[in-house]
């Protein structure tokens, strides 16, 4: 912050997290600074028709400015008029995990929408507070380092009453100097906003190549010269000539978990493996275990190690190898290898989406069972072509993954940034006062 200037008086804030205020500054209750606050409705949401109308919920404030294609729905005569949210209200998350309580975000559109269960209707006291100055307080790291000293724990979920929201402190500068903050918050926050947008926008390219590397490497192999023949399966497309295609039958044997779960522990047994722990290539550890007696009582199968372990349940194309002995959950099948490399065989069930999608069984969500994980279309370099094309995907996969580590580190360093920013100007820590929206650059075709 060091090219901002700071205010040339300070005091003591009298406000818990902060030590100094400029001096011109007033803090007070945070119950002062707003004209109303009270809970949201707790209609009973139900699908959209011509009888309902719009209405806030967690989702809807993930982003710091209400979201209106995340919003829920209420029959109008369910819900009292006084819950409908003016241009310059905010919603504030009092009932949630603790993560998400102190999430808040404010209504810029002139549209109809009602405050919802689980959150506070906040209209800031516009004859002493600017709303969007109001926002940039509620999100600094000392308010919420004030609500989470105040919230309350409850089964699943923490709170925060709002008799206690309302006795927390608030910073309060001149209506004018507010005004001030906000629009320097606005414009310097966009900015950082579009450098993270870039920076995300990158780590999906880099996704999007990596896959298609891996893709062409798994079924067209590394020799660019070698002749080529069609395959037969339209996501495979043409493969080299004197690759063997086969079934996953005829190369793995299908493993298949028992349906009963077993009683998890801590601390020893035998690593537990669901969806959750399938974000990586290999599993070599998880958080949870079968003791020996657990899976008796159960009748869990073991899976051996070095199996290519994949989703069965909604969402495919999502393959790990367990470097550990595990036991699998019911979202989750696998392949036992015994005539094809097993990093070979998981890239390949990675790309076969398609495939798994075409099969599977539609219920709530869209099932694969072991005949489906059988029949699935292998491609089957020699062995000595296998080694290679698993040797050049773990070199290339540690490029991308690098790349990719270091566009999050940016994303990281730029959000650390924006919020540092945030509080130094909410708290005073540097002088806005009298800072003015720079001039378009010019083109040198301009000047």
Same mark, same amino acid.
């Given at each position: 912050?060091?090219?901002?200037?700071?205010?040339?008086?300070?005091?003591?804030?009298?406000?818990?997290?902060?030590?100094?205020?400029?001096?011109?500054?007033?803090? +007070?209750?945070?119950?002062?600074?707003? %004209?109303?606050?009270?809970?949201?409705?707790?209609?009973? =949401?139900? @699908?959209?028709?011509?009888?309902?109308?719009?209405?806030?919920?967690?989702?809807?404030?993930?982003?710091?400015?209400?979201?209106?294609?995340?919003?829920?729905?209420?029959?109008?005569?369910?819900?009292?008029?006084? !819950?409908?949210?003016?241009?310059?209200?905010?919603?504030?998350?009092?009932?949630?995990?603790?993560? +998400?309580?102190?999430?808040?975000?404010?209504?810029?559109?002139?549209?109809?929408?009602?405050?919802? *269960?689980?959150?506070?209707?906040?209209?800031?006291?516009?004859?002493?507070?600017?709303?969007?100055? *109001?926002?940039?307080? #509620?999100?600094?790291?000392?308010?919420?380092?004030?609500?989470?000293?105040?919230?309350?724990?409850?089964?699943?979920?923490?709170?925060?009453?709002?008799?206690?929201?309302?006795?927390?402190?608030?910073?309060?500068?001149?209506?004018?100097?507010?005004?001030?903050?906000?629009? !320097?918050?606005?414009?310097?926050?966009?900015?950082?906003?579009?450098?993270?947008?870039?920076? =995300? =926008?990158?780590?999906?390219?880099?996704?999007?190549?990596?896959?298609?590397?891996?893709?062409?490497?798994?079924?067209?192999?590394?020799?660019?010269?070698?002749?080529?023949?069609?395959?037969?399966?339209?996501?495979?497309?043409?493969?080299?000539?004197?690759?063997?295609?086969?079934?996953?039958?005829?190369?793995?044997?299908?493993?298949?978990?028992?349906?009963?779960?077993? $009683?998890?522990?801590?601390?020893?047994?035998?690593?537990?493996?669901? +969806?959750?722990?399938?974000?990586?290539?290999?599993? $070599?550890?998880?958080?949870?275990?079968?003791?020996?007696?657990?899976?008796?009582?159960?009748?869990?199968?073991?899976?051996?190690?070095?199996? /290519?372990?994949?989703?069965?349940?909604?969402?495919?194309?999502?393959?790990?190898?367990?470097?550990?002995?595990?036991?699998?959950?019911?979202?989750?099948?696998?392949?036992?290898?015994?005539?094809?490399?097993? @990093?070979? #065989?998981?890239?390949?069930?990675? *790309?076969?989406?398609?495939? !798994?999608?075409? /099969?599977?069984?539609?219920?709530?969500?869209?099932?694969?069972?072991? @005949?489906?994980?059988?029949?699935?279309?292998? #491609?089957?370099?020699?062995?000595?072509?296998?080694?290679?094309?698993?040797?050049?995907?773990?070199?290339?996969? +540690?490029?991308?993954?690098?790349?990719?580590?270091?566009?999050?580190?940016?994303?990281?360093?730029?959000?650390?940034?924006?919020?540092?920013?945030?509080?130094?100007?909410?708290?005073?820590?540097?002088?806005?006062?009298?800072? %003015?929206?720079?001039?378009?650059?010019?083109?040198?075709?301009?000047?």
């Amino acid at each position: 912050m060091s090219k901002y200037q700071a205010y040339s008086e300070y005091k003591d804030s009298g406000v818990e997290w902060i030590s100094e205020i400029p001096a011109q500054w007033s803090s +007070m209750s945070f119950g002062k600074a707003v %004209q109303f606050m009270g809970n949201g409705a707790s209609a009973t =949401q139900i @699908e959209e028709n011509k009888d309902t109308v719009r209405v806030t919920r967690i989702e809807t404030i993930s982003a710091g400015v209400i979201n209106l294609d995340k919003v829920g729905h209420v029959r109008r005569f369910d819900i009292s008029p006084r !819950f409908r949210l003016q241009r310059g209200d905010i919603q504030f998350s009092n009932i949630n995990s603790l993560s +998400m309580v102190g999430n808040c975000a404010i209504f810029v559109a002139n549209e109809e929408l009602f405050s919802g *269960m689980n959150l506070l209707h906040i209209r800031p006291d516009y004859n002493r507070v600017h709303s969007k100055y *109001m926002l940039y307080q #509620l999100k600094t790291k000392w308010f919420r380092n004030s609500v989470e000293a105040n919230a309350k724990p409850a089964i699943n979920q923490a709170s925060i009453p709002t008799g206690t929201l309302k006795q927390l402190g608030f910073l309060c500068p001149s209506l004018v100097e507010q005004e001030k903050i906000a629009n !320097f918050l606005d414009h310097e926050t966009a900015k950082i906003d579009t450098l993270i947008d870039k920076q =995300q =926008q990158l780590i999906q390219l880099l996704k999007e190549k990596r896959q298609a590397v891996i893709s062409h490497a798994v079924t067209k192999g590394l020799n660019p010269n070698a002749p080529m023949r069609d395959s037969g399966v339209e996501w495979l497309g043409e493969v080299p000539e004197h690759w063997e295609m086969t079934r996953a039958k005829f190369v793995s044997n299908i493993f298949i978990p028992q349906r009963n779960k077993p $009683e998890l522990n801590d601390a020893e047994g035998t690593a537990w493996v669901t +969806m959750e722990n399938m974000k990586t290539s290999y599993i $070599e550890n998880t958080s949870l275990y079968v003791s020996r007696n657990a899976s008796k009582v159960a009748g869990s199968k073991k899976l051996k190690k070095d199996s /290519v372990i994949a989703s069965c349940v909604g969402n495919f194309g999502v393959a790990a190898i367990n470097k550990v002995d595990v036991i699998i959950n019911q979202q989750l099948q696998a392949f036992i290898p015994f005539a094809i490399k097993a @990093e070979y #065989l998981r890239e390949l069930v990675a *790309m076969s989406t398609v495939y !798994f999608e075409l /099969v599977g069984t539609a219920a709530t969500l869209t099932y694969v069972n072991q @005949e489906g994980f059988e029949n699935l279309p292998v #491609l089957v370099p020699p062995a000595n072509e296998q080694k290679k094309i698993c040797i050049y995907l773990e070199a290339e996969n +540690m490029k991308f993954e690098n790349l990719i580590d270091k566009a999050q580190s940016a994303i990281q360093l730029m959000q650390e940034r924006r919020t540092a920013l945030i509080s130094a100007a909410v708290t005073g820590k540097i002088d806005v006062s009298h800072w %003015q929206v720079p001039a378009p650059m010019q083109s040198k075709e301009a000047v």
